[in-house]
């Protein structure tokens, strides 16, 4: 086992796209055709391990040596950032992380008098520190689901939330306000991996980038 090289991959539609794309540079793993509740899976041939995590975990795995290489969405590293190397934008997965409110307010608000605000979100660490950036002191109420929720009942006077079509805010008679991060899906790799096994990551990495179009990454 200590020749394979590990991926952390969030459950569902983002491991489908992941390993569709490793496909292209012959990455496969068999065993995971169908449906199957098993949480790791492996390709003993080619020595890959493949661990099926919550997409919030995927970091934690990759930063503490559990898995070599992980794929997360930018939101969240930005949100976590972890010690791990940011390596490859798989260019897929795009949505953006905006400011959102209920459009009655947006029609009298104006975002430059901003001061103190109350914002419900997912992403606490990424909020504050946008808000910090222009000045605006914010009251941050953590939530994990259904962010639309909070200011129809009152919770709060604003969202911070991803938004890749825009048709729930609509809905719910919100509007996006400010665009805060442009979100895509990142290739991440932890740091000791990528010198014990540097021959194999950076075979594909390269293969990877070749196909994706990428020649934007950090040197290895």
């Keep these: 086992m200590k020749n394979y090289i590990t991926f952390a991959l969030p459950k569902g539609r983002i491991m489908q796209d992941s390993m569709e794309l ?21 390709n003993r041939e080619q020595g890959y391990r493949f661990m099926a995590v919550r997409a919030t975990d995927v970091p934690t795995y990759v930063e503490y040596g559990c898995a070599d290489i992980g794929v997360v969405g930018k939101d969240t ?8 190397y940011e390596l490859l934008d798989l260019k897929f997965g795009y949505c953006r ?3 959102a409110a209920p459009k009655a307010l947006v029609e009298q608000d104006d975002p430059g008098n901003w001061s103190n605000i109350r914002v419900a979100t997912k992403y606490p660490n990424i909020t504050e520190k946008y808000f910090a ?3 605006v002191q914010v009251e941050l109420i953590k939530l994990y689901g259904s962010i639309e929720l909070a200011p ?15 048709a729930t805010l609509r809905d719910n008679g919100m509007v996006e306000v400010e665009t805060i991060a442009e979100i895509t899906t ?7 991996s990528l010198k014990t096994k540097h ?4 075979k594909f990495i390269d293969d990877l980038g070749k196909v994706i179009g990428d020649t934007n990454r950090i040197s290895l």
């Design 22 to 42: 490793f496909g292209q540079i012959g990455v496969t793993c068999p065993e995971m055709a169908g449906d199957s509740r098993k949480l790791v899976f492996e």
């Design 186 to 192: 990142r290739l991440i790799v932890n740091r000791a």
């Design 199 to 202: 021959r194999q990551i950076t």
């Design 133 to 135: 950036s222009r000045g």
């Design 97 to 99: 992380l905006v400011v």
């Design 77 to 84: 590293l930005l949100e976590q950032e972890k010690d791990l």
């Design 152 to 166: 129809l009942v009152g919770l709060s006077e604003r969202i911070v939330d991803l938004v890749s079509t825009g």
